[in-house]
């Protein structure tokens, strides 16, 4: 049981490159989600998506997109990375919360160490 | 302001001990409110979940909400080394918004 898969999990990029963080769940969740997590910061939410063809900004949007073309797939771009976007990066999945059912737990990748020089 | 906030500590107690931590948020709206709890180098997992206002109790865990007052808590009863880790609130305002978190609480439990 696969869960949420993030690659790679170790990178360094030079100041202006781009790259693509990859997230994948195997559990038909609904909802998708990637964070970054910095010293005393807690998680950030980038972007989010409640379904295929659906994105929306989170609290710390700017230099990042996203899109999600399949329900499985929620892949995180630098377009230009800068030194500010060295950090933790973590995805995240779900099931929408229900109040007689489910809680909507937050299934999270083991996270994406990116390094920006 | 941020939307939620929390102690960051650390917050350092001995075995056994009881521990409160604590979240305070600004927007009403919130009505799905999260623990998790992340351990070093770990993604976070799901501790306690609770919808609306009142209590809930698993364990040692007891999550409370106060949305008058717009106060969270989880209480930790007969703390043990294994529970020293991060803990973060984290909430939502519909079933199908985003997950908001706080910047979490670094606990130690010393033996």
């Known amino acids: 049981n696969a869960g949420v898969t993030q690659t790679p999990k170790f990178q360094v990029l030079k100041t202006g490159q781009s790259m693509t963080l990859q997230c994948a769940q195997d559990?038909?969740?609904?909802?998708m989600s990637w964070y970054r997590q910095d010293p005393g910061m807690g998680l950030r939410l980038i972007h989010y998506?409640?379904?295929?063809?659906?994105?929306d900004q989170g609290e710390v949007p700017n230099g990042y997109n996203v899109s999600r073309s399949t329900t499985e797939d929620f892949p995180l771009r630098l377009l230009s990375a800068a030194p500010s976007q060295t950090s933790v990066y973590f995805c995240?999945?779900?099931?929408?919360?229900?109040?007689?059912?489910?809680?909507?737990?937050?299934?999270f990748g083991e996270g994406s160490r990116l390094t920006v020089l | 302001q941020k939307e939620v906030e929390q102690d960051p500590g650390p917050l350092s107690v001995p075995e056994g001990a009881i521990v409160s931590l604590n979240c305070t948020y600004s927007n009403s709206a919130f009505q799905y409110f999260m623990w998790y709890r992340q351990y070093s180098r770990k993604g976070p997992e799901l501790l306690m979940y609770t919808y609306s206002s009142g209590n809930k109790e698993d364990g040692r865990f007891t999550a409370q909400v106060d949305k008058s007052s717009k106060y969270i808590s989880l209480f930790i009863r007969d703390s043990q080394p294994s529970d020293s880790a991060t803990y973060l609130c984290a909430m939502r305002k519909t079933s199908y918004d985003k997950v908001i978190f706080g910047p979490g609480t670094s606990l130690s439990v010393i033996p």
């Open positions: 559990m038909n969740h609904e909802y």
């Open positions: 998506s409640v379904g295929a063809g659906i994105t």
């Open positions: 995240a999945s779900s099931y929408f919360p229900s109040v007689l059912s489910n809680t909507g737990e937050l299934f």
